[in-house]
C-alpha cells in the first residue's frame, strides 16, 4: 500500500477529527481549528494519506524559545494518530516531523504509554531529565473517584458513545478559599496579562529559558473557541508586584472520567520559587474540589521542582512510562530550560468539560 505524506490544510479537518475521534482524542471545530492554525506557526502538521483516504495526522505547534538574548524556534507535536492499516506510517510521519525544514529543536511532552517507545526509535532522549516519567496528582473530591471507579466498571468496553457522567456542572471559584493567603489573587482582564509579561521578561532576563509567554501570545492561549471555561489564572505578588503565577485548566479526559483541573503552567522568579510554587499549588488544591474537581494534576515536572511540590498536602508522585521526550539542537542554550505542559501541547488539547449554562 504507497503512503504519501502532505501539509494539512483546514479542509482537512473533518477527516482529522474522525482520526482523533477513533483515538479518543478531543476533535475540534471548524473555528477551533481556525484558531489553531493561526498560532501555530507556518507548519501546522502532516497528513498521511493511502488508497482509502486519511490514515494519519501529526500535529506541529512551533513556538518561540527564549534564552537570554537568544531567540531559539522549537516545534512540539500533538495528537498523532496513525490507523492500523497504515503499516509504517507513524515511521513516515514522525521522520518528517523531526526532520523538519529549519532543524530546529523538536520535543513531545504529552506521550503516552503506547508511544513513549516509539520515540526512542528516532533519537529522543526522555526529557525533562530525571522527571521525564514524573507526574503529580491531588486528589480533592474521592466520591467522584469512586463513582469514576463505577462509571468504567459499567462501561467494560470503555465506549466512547456512554453518557457524559459528572455533567451540568458550573465550575465556578470560590475566592473565599484564597483569604487565607493574601499573597495570592485571582488574575483577570487585560491589566493582569501586562503584569505577567513583565514577569516573563524578567525571568528571561535572569537566565531562564522560556517559551513565549508575553500578552499577545497569552491572549492567543486564552482565546481558544473550543474552551467551555477560561483557565484559572493564580498570581502571588509581594506587596503590588507580581512574582509567580499559575495556569490550570478543567478538563475530562473521556465521557467517563471524572472533572480533572490540570496545571498548565507555573513560572516564577528564582528568588522565590521555593515559596511561591508550593503556595500557588496548595491555592489550586483548595479552590480544586469546591470547584467541582476530582483532582488536581500535573503532568509534567523537572527535576527541581518535583520536591517543591512533593511535599505539599496530599501529593502523589506517579512514576511510570516517560511523558516527554526531546531532540535539541541547541543543548548548550536549551541546558537551564524548565519546561511546563504549556510549553508542550496540554494547553490546545484538553478535552473541555461540558459546563451548565
Keep these: 500500500m504507497d503512503l504519501s505524506i502532505r501539509t494539512f490544510r483546514e479542509e482537512d479537518a473533518a477527516a482529522v477529527n474522525a482520526l482523533l475521534d477513533w483515538a479518543w482524542f478531543p476533535p475540534r471545530s471548524q473555528a477551533g481549528w481556525r484558531w489553531l492554525l493561526a498560532g501555530c506557526g507556518d507548519e501546522p502538521g502532516w ?11 501529526a500535529g506541529n505547534f512551533r513556538q518561540r524559545l527564549h534564552a537570554g538574548r537568544e531567540t531559539l524556534h522549537a516545534a512540539t507535536g500533538h495528537s498523532l494518530v496513525v490507523l492500523p492499516r497504515a503499516r509504517g506510517g507513524s515511521r513516515r510521519i514522525l521522520e518528517v516531523y523531526r526532520d523538519q525544514a529549519g532543524g530546529m529543536s523538536t520535543f513531545h511532552l504529552n506521550a503516552n504509554a503506547l508511544s513513549a517507545p516509539i520515540y526512542r ?4 532522549v526522555p526529557f525533562p531529565p530525571g522527571a521525564a516519567d514524573a507526574k503529580l ?9 469512586v463513582i469514576e471507579k463505577l462509571a468504567w466498571k459499567l462501561t467494560p468496553d470503555g465506549s466512547k458513545r456512554s453518557r ?25 482582564g487585560a491589566d493582569a496579562l501586562d503584569a505577567m509579561e513583565r514577569l516573563f521578561r524578567a525571568a528571561v532576563d535572569e537566565g531562564q529559558v522560556l517559551a513565549a509567554r508575553d500578552a499577545a501570545a497569552l491572549a492567543w492561549r486564552l482565546s481558544d473557541p473550543d474552551a467551555t471555561l477560561a483557565p484559572l489564572l493564580l498570581g ?7 512574582k509567580a503565577w499559575t495556569m490550570a485548566q ?3 479526559t473521556c465521557q467517563l472520567d471524572a472533572p480533572t483541573l490540570e496545571i498548565i503552567d507555573l513560572l516564577s522568579l528564582d528568588e522565590v520559587r521555593a515559596r511561591a510554587l508550593p503556595a500557588l499549588v496548595e491555592a489550586l488544591r483548595r479552590l ?11 503532568n509534567l515536572v523537572t527535576e527541581d521542582v518535583l520536591p517543591l511540590l512533593a511535599q505539599t498536602d496530599g501529593a502523589v508522585v506517579r512514576r511510570r512510562h516517560a511523558h516527554g521526550h526531546a531532540r535539541l539542537r541547541e543543548a548548550e542554550a536549551l541546558r537551564t530550560w524548565r519546561p511546563t ?3 508542550g501541547d496540554q494547553g490546545f488539547t484538553q478535552r473541555p468539560a461540558p459546563v451548565r449554562a
Design 288 to 298: 480544586c474540589g469546591p470547584m467541582g474537581c476530582a483532582r488536581l494534576r500535573l
Design 121 to 124: 526509535k528516532f533519537g529522543y
Design 341 to 343: 505542559p504549556f510549553d
Design 164 to 188: 457524559e457522567w459528572f455533567a451540568g456542572r458550573r465550575y465556578r471559584v470560590a475566592s473565599s478559599s484564597l483569604r487565607r493567603t493574601p499573597e495570592i489573587r485571582v488574575l483577570e
Design 137 to 145: 496528582v491531588w486528589h480533592t473530591r474521592r466520591s467522584d473517584l
Design 236 to 242: 502571588w505578588f509581594d506587596g503590588e508586584d507580581l
Design 250 to 252: 478543567v478538563s475530562k
Design 47 to 57: 497528513i498521511l494519506e493511502d488508497d482509502q483516504g486519511v490514515c494519519g495526522f
